[in-house]
């Protein structure tokens, strides 16, 4: 079936350091593939998506191209903030346009 | 423009007893969810309704139930909570049923069954 593996956290970082946060999918087709973030005691709210092979998201600052050979979908950003910090879903929508999650991973940021 | 609202944010139960989460939209979305998050495992579907007048089970319907009141409102009911149940629910909307809409999700409800 449909699945989602993000890298497992928590990741930690300092601030201005670069970060990449690991996904990849399986799927049928040609899903939508999202970031979600998720500020400390809120709900998710969309960071970027890619709706085709090759596409790049980007908000931000943050950026991920959907990679449709390597089945990827990685997140990365140049110079991190301390307000960065939150957990970060990588997510699919399948045939049944139902959204697949990931685990989530915590990112923590050091002054 | 609220966007989307949660009540109760806090809620704690004995098993067996029963209770409705409530969620309301403002932005004249046609779409949905109920979502339960547990600890390493992302976000489940539990409940949609991809228009008003219908709804359909998700990945994890088993204990729930569910009402879309009108076009505003979808409510999920627990008939007899059991401690599996302890979670975050969020409820999130979205535009219309289309694989590239972006969900806006409300605050959470935070529910511990004893």
């Known amino acids: 079936g449909n699945s989602v593996t993000q890298m497992e956290g928590p990741v930690t970082l300092s601030e201005e350091a670069f970060l990449t946060i690991n996904c990849t999918y399986t799927?049928?087709?040609?899903?939508?593939l999202f970031w979600y973030v998720q500020y400390p005691g809120e709900g998710l709210q969309l960071l970027l998506k890619?709706?085709?092979a090759d596409d790049k998201g980007s908000n931000k600052g943050f950026e991920a191209t959907y990679r449709k050979e390597t089945t990827s979908f990685h997140l990365e950003k140049g110079s991190v903030q301390v307000s960065d910090s939150a957990v970060y879903f990588c997510a699919l929508t399948d045939s049944n346009y139902q959204l697949i999650w990931g685990a989530g991973t915590k990112l923590i940021i050091k002054p | 423009n609220a966007g989307v609202t949660q009540t109760p944010k806090f809620q704690v139960l004995k098993t067996g007893q029963s209770m409705t989460l409530q969620c309301a939209q403002d932005m004249n979305h046609n779409s949905m969810y109920w979502y339960r998050q547990d600890p390493g495992m992302g976000l489940r579907l539990i409940y949609y309704s991809a228009s008003e007048g219908t709804t359909d089970k998700g990945e994890v319907p088993n204990g729930y139930n569910v009402s879309r009141l009108n076009k505003r409102e979808f409510s999920l009911r627990l008939e007899s909570a059991a401690p599996s149940q302890t979670s975050v629910y969020f409820c999130a909307s979205s535009e219309g049923w289309e694989r590239y809409n972006e969900q806006f999700f409300g605050p959470g409800t935070r529910l511990t069954v004893l």
């Open positions: 799927a049928t087709g040609y899903p939508s």
């Open positions: 890619a709706t085709k």
